[in-house]
């Protein structure tokens, strides 16, 4: 999927395929670009309102995710008590496994996810 300037700017969240959804009071839409074969691999757009998100657990995150944020941005407080706050312009990789707190009052970021172990199913 190649991606105008103008539809980073939000015209992408108008497309038929824009997922719509209301998490918590949240609105979020997510418009996927790519996901692989095997769906260990994928790439999109995604908008959020603002929101509070625990990521917990023996598990934690899912998958490593890449972010780069177009508007907006986040502050995250790891399970360690380490503060990374990122905002717009700027990018972070969350590893598979992390843990923590994800707050935000609100953006729109390109992100990239892969998880090795999807490719076992």
């Known amino acids: 999927m190649k991606l105008s300037k103008a539809d980073l700017d939000g015209a992408v969240f108008n497309r038929k395929d824009a997922q719509?959804?209301?998490?918590?009071?949240?609105?979020?839409?997510?418009?996927?670009g790519f996901t692989s074969p095997d769906k260990a691999y994928q790439t999109g757009v995604f908008k959020s309102g603002p929101s509070h998100e625990v990521i917990k657990g023996p598990q934690g995150l899912a998958y490593t995710e890449f972010l780069y944020f177009l508007s907006g941005g986040v502050k995250l407080t790891s399970s360690d008590?380490?503060?990374l706050n990122v905002g717009t312009g700027e990018a972070v990789t969350l590893p598979k496994g992390w843990t923590g707190q994800f707050d935000t009052q609100g953006y729109t970021?390109?992100?990239?996810?892969?998880?090795a172990e999807d490719t076992k199913q």
């Open 81 to 83: 008590g380490s503060v």
């Open 20 to 32: 719509k959804s209301v998490e918590n009071g949240t609105q979020m839409t997510d418009v996927v």
């Open 109 to 115: 970021k390109l992100y990239v996810t892969y998880s």
